[in-house]
């Protein structure tokens, strides 16, 4: 990861991205840093991990995902600029191992703080304090409804309600039936075997790399009588 220098320029537009920031006096930044990577940076940050830094995500986005028993990967949530980890900052603040593993999918700027100063922040500041637990409690909750995706709805609707939360104003998504399988818990075969099925019956239209939806209605329908 490539450092770049904490100005006062790049304080006051850190602030803009978290003004919970906004009653920290100048001098507590001194051992905080912001840092770049992209998604060929390369990082420890894995199941196991333990955080010497609290990390903030100013700008791009990452990837929180889990490897099951049987090495089938999920992901969890994104975190982009304006959030932070939950499962991260529990880390932090418990000083215990890190239950997810990260992956850089843009261009992203973060800030770290060492966790003695964070953990400090934490007291002393209480902005910092509620926005850090709002965001757990909130990402928490749609961890809920993951788990619940996964324990009980069938894998087509699980499909059918990626693709209409995806799709772009053409209706194209562009997405590899193994990348689909990760983001809902699931087999590539399992995929590739569901989105044939829908196919066939002229929900979508399945290329290389892409799905298109052709009868929104019906992907609708799937997830209705779910409901």
């Not at 990967?73 to 191992?97: K, W």
């Not at 703080?113 to 509620?130: C, D, I, L, T």
């Not at 772009?168 to 989105?195: C, K, Q």
Request: glycine fraction near 8%; charge should be neutral; aromatic fraction near 8%.
């Amino acid at each position: 990861m490539a450092m770049i220098g904490l100005t006062d320029v790049q304080l006051r537009r850190l602030l803009e991205s978290f003004p919970c920031f906004g009653e920290i006096p100048h001098e507590a930044w001194q051992t905080a840093e912001l840092v770049a990577a992209t998604p060929d940076t390369p990082h420890s940050i894995r199941e196991g991990h333990l955080f010497r830094h609290a990390m903030f995500i100013v700008s791009g986005t990452i990837r929180v995902y889990r490897n099951g028993p049987t090495g089938k990967e999920i992901t969890l949530y994104r975190v982009r600029g304006g959030q932070c980890c939950p499962l991260m900052m529990a880390s932090v603040l418990g000083g215990v191992e890190y239950e997810a593993s990260v992956s850089i999918e843009a261009d992203t700027e973060l800030l770290l703080v060492p966790a003695p100063e964070f953990n400090g922040w934490m007291a002393a500041y209480q902005p910092v304090g509620r926005f850090v637990y709002k965001q757990i409690v909130e990402r928490f909750a749609k961890l809920a409804d993951l788990l619940e995706n996964v324990a009980y709805r069938p894998i087509s609707v699980r499909i059918a309600a990626y693709l209409i939360a995806s799709s772009s104003p053409n209706d194209t998504i562009s997405v590899t039936h193994e990348r689909l399988a990760v983001e809902i818990g699931t087999s590539r075969e399992v995929v590739t075997r569901v989105l044939r099925d829908m196919a066939s019956s002229g929900v979508v239209h399945i290329g290389r790399g892409r799905i298109a939806i052709a009868d929104r209605d019906a992907l609708r329908n799937i997830v209705d009588r779910f409901a």
